[in-house]
């Protein structure tokens, strides 16, 4: 059974901080590279941050550089995103995915529920 369950999401007031996790259980982390994605509130979903298998490459939306910071712990399955400065549009549901890799058939995609993220004064 995959899961993915994310934790961490709440309510900060603008230039707070928030700390994601995303849990996976049921495939092959290590080889999977794992995204980080949001839905804002009258906008299309957008990815946010993703990592390869080891860290070695790390893609952020140009809106969270420098204040968003993606990892993953390979030995706990657990892909983290650390938001710092928040503003007031990085208020949205937050989701974790998992997508395997090139040589991997069948392919597939894996989502958790999300976590909401409401940045307000």
């Known amino acids: 059974q995959v899961q993915l369950v994310e934790s961490g999401g709440g309510m900060v007031q603008p230039g707070g901080s928030l700390s994601l996790s995303c849990e996976a259980s049921g495939f092959t982390f290590i080889i999977t590279d794992m995204t980080w994605y949001r839905q804002i509130p009258g906008k299309e979903r957008e990815l946010v941050a993703r990592?390869?298998?080891?860290?070695?490459?790390?893609y952020y939306l140009d809106s969270v550089k420098g204040r968003f910071i993606i990892s993953r712990d390979n030995d706990k399955n657990i892909v983290g995103l650390q938001m710092n400065n928040l503003k007031a549009e990085d208020t949205g549901v937050y989701y974790c995915n998992a997508v395997s890799p090139a040589y991997v058939e069948p392919p597939y995609s894996y989502w958790g529920q999300g976590t909401q993220v409401t940045v307000s004064s």
């Open positions: 990592v390869t298998p080891f860290g070695e490459t790390t």
